[in-house]
Structure formats: C-alpha cells, structure tokens
Nanobody, 114 residues
C-alpha cells in the first residue's frame, strides 16, 4: 500500500508563495493520476488540482487557476503544488490524494495572513 506524506506548509503573507511536496512510499505512483485537495476551517474538503500519470494533463479549480501549478517528478515518486499570489482564503490544510488507490496524506497546514 502506498503512503503519502505532505510537507512544505507554513505561514505566508498575502501575495507570497509556498511550495508543497507529497512524497510517496511503499509503491510507485508514476502510473497513477494524482491530486491536491484542501480543507479550510469549518468547510468541506475541496478539489484544488489534478495531474495525469505522465504530467501531460492538468486541471485546476477556478479559485486557484493561474496562481497554483501542480507538477510531479516520477523519478522521485513525488507530487508538488507551487502556490503563488497567495490569498488569505487559501488558508487550509492541503492534502495529497491518489484517487485510484483511495489514499490520502495526513495533510499540511497553509496559513496566509493579510
């Protein structure tokens, strides 16, 4: 079974940037589509971005399109989320997800101050 561990969360000011990583272990994720979700305090978990197994196709929620970039390095078995032009409403716990496998990471907290 694959394990996913997110890192890179922390505090940032509005307009700043953070880069999240999701390291997979236990098996390769190179053949699977991957995704990022987030859950803000008091809200339901929501989709942020997804990427195809080879990185050729990406999709973003309207709220992050143009500001966030999802990518992957299959040689490192790692998924990334580059977050730019951060807004206070981006404050949330960010989760890495392997949809086909039904596996979630433990999440990493991102806090954006105005």
């Amino acid at each position: 079974q694959v394990q996913l561990v997110e890192s890179g969360g922390g505090m940032a000011q509005a307009g700043g940037s953070l880069r999240l990583s999701c390291a997979a272990s236990g098996r390769t994720i190179s053949v699977y589509n991957m995704a990022w979700f987030r859950q803000a305090p008091g809200k339901e978990r929501e989709f942020v971005a997804r990427i195809s197994w080879n990185g050729g196709t990406t999709q973003y929620s309207d709220s992050v399109k143009g500001r966030f970039t999802i990518s992957r390095d299959n040689t490192k078995n790692t998924l990334y989320l580059e977050m730019n032009s951060l807004k206070p409403e981006d404050t949330a716990v960010y989760y890495c997800n392997a949809p086909t496998l039904g596996v979630w990471g433990q999440g990493t907290l991102v806090t954006v101050s105005s």
